[in-house]
């Protein structure tokens, strides 16, 4: 969790001002810097990478530290939001492989001509990385106040602790999927699923307000129409079980339409994708698949941003029960009004197996909802025959 409490692109000037009166002191997950970073970036990237290849932090820029590395002033930087640009590009260019989930954030002071920068540096799965710049090709790890180079024994604890992470995730995300597949689905099924590469800090427990909250009301105070509704307590509720929470029909218990486990891995069963605007039971309408999708990688995004993560997350999309379903290759608009279908497009069968399952694939907090939407519904396209889905747009799928 960040130093100060709350998401960081919700930090003010009063919150930086008010690690001087708390005297947040420099450590394994925090680090002061009063100046910019030279033009010579190979300083800005070891304090980068050291932080990943040890367990994540933050780099306050613009804050001068006394000799107990606790605030002693403020003064803040002048060209703070170009600043920010090139710490991004240079993390981009200067670092392999790329560390998922790095956010370089600006915060203006009262007088916006100066503010602060906060380079926020998640724990990687991905580890080791390494600074590749200027001849550099060296990896740096953080130890308390300190970063060093890391030793031939460091690098190979950081492979081994990347693979075997990359492996629980892999095992976990492969048993849920079987689990959602084989519970007695007997019609359409459109299931999506979402894993943080490394645990939250803190497991989910299942009496968090919070975690009801986000089953209950997927939009938050957005009042607006969708196919993952608000939750109507008349015929669904929220039940504690071993892994976490799950959000069920009373009438059919052994289908949650929606999951939240104590690791934070999120999954959606939702049969909503066949039967839509007139469009028959046995045809996929593109606009309602579109929407769940999208719907569910901004609950995703809702979710980690609660937990304070950032960094990369595991997904898989399947479509239970494919037998005899159709796809046209052009959509009809969700939003009402005029048929965007071609009326000649031909409704193309999907292949003869019972789940269309799509490989498991890894991104970046930092991407959009709508780009893992349009991953997921291009590799579903192309499996009924049409080179690619239609476009997904926010404006017409993700607010219906």
């Given at each position: ?13 009063t ?6 009166s ?16 030279g033009?010579?970036?190979?300083e800005?990237l ?46 981009m260019?200067g ?10 954030y600006a915060v ?24 590749t ?18 030793t031939?024994?460091?690098?190979g ?82 039940r504690?079980?071993?892994r ?11 289908q949650?339409s ?7 891995y ?29 719907d ?10 609660k ?13 239970a ?12 608009a ?28 890894s ?14 519904a ?23």
């Amino acid at each position: 969790m960040s130093v100060f409490g709350k998401p960081l692109d919700v930090v003010a000037s009063t919150d930086i001002e008010a690690l001087k009166s708390t005297g947040a002191q420099e450590s394994q997950y925090l680090d002061y810097k009063r100046d910019a970073y030279g033009s010579d970036t190979k300083e800005l990237l070891r304090d980068i990478t050291s932080f990943a290849n040890a367990y994540g932090g933050e780099v306050i820029v613009g804050v001068e530290e006394d000799g107990d590395g606790r605030p002693q002033s403020i003064p803040g930087l002048n060209e703070y939001k170009l600043e920010c640009t090139r710490y991004e590009q240079s993390a981009m260019t200067g670092i392999d492989p790329r560390i998922p989930g790095l956010k370089v954030y600006a915060v203006p002071f009262a007088d916006p001509a100066k503010g602060v920068i906060i380079v926020s540096v998640p724990r990687s799965s991905r580890a080791p990385h390494m600074v590749t710049v200027g001849g550099e090709d060296r990896f740096w790890r953080r130890h308390g106040r300190h970063k060093s180079r890391m030793t031939t024994a460091d690098i190979g604890e950081s492979f081994r602790f990347g693979r075997e992470y990359l492996k629980l995730s892999e095992d976990y995300l492969e048993g849920a999927k079987r689990a959602a597949l084989n519970s007695g689905i007997s019609e359409p099924r459109l299931v999506l699923g979402a894993l943080p590469a490394l645990q939250p800090e803190r497991p989910i427990g299942p009496g968090e307000a919070w975690a009801r909250e986000i089953l209950a009301r997927p939009h938050g105070k957005q009042n607006r129409a969708s196919l993952l509704p608000e939750m109507d307590p008349q015929h669904e509720e929220i039940r504690p079980t071993l892994r976490g929470l799950v959000r069920l029909w009373r009438a059919e218990p052994q289908q949650p339409s929606l999951a939240l486990h104590r690791n934070g891995y999120l999954e959606l069963r939702n049969r909503c994708i066949t039967g839509i605007g007139g469009v028959r039971e046995d045809e996929i309408e593109f606009g309602g698949f579109a929407s769940l999708c999208v719907d569910f990688f901004r609950l995703a995004s809702q979710v980690y941003h609660k937990l304070g993560y950032e960094g990369e997350v595991f997904a898989f999309g399947a479509i239970a029960k494919t037998e005899g379903l159709r796809l046209r290759d052009m959509p009809v608009a969700l939003t009402g009004g005029s048929d965007h279908r071609s009326r000649d497009a031909d409704p193309r069968g999907c292949p003869e197996v019972p789940n269309l399952v799509v490989e498991p694939w890894s991104y970046s907090t930092s991407e959009t909802p709508e780009s893992q939407a349009q991953r997921f519904a291009d590799v579903v396209y192309n499996a009924f025959g049409h080179e690619r889905a239609p476009s997904i747009k926010d404006s017409q799928y993700g607010h219906v």
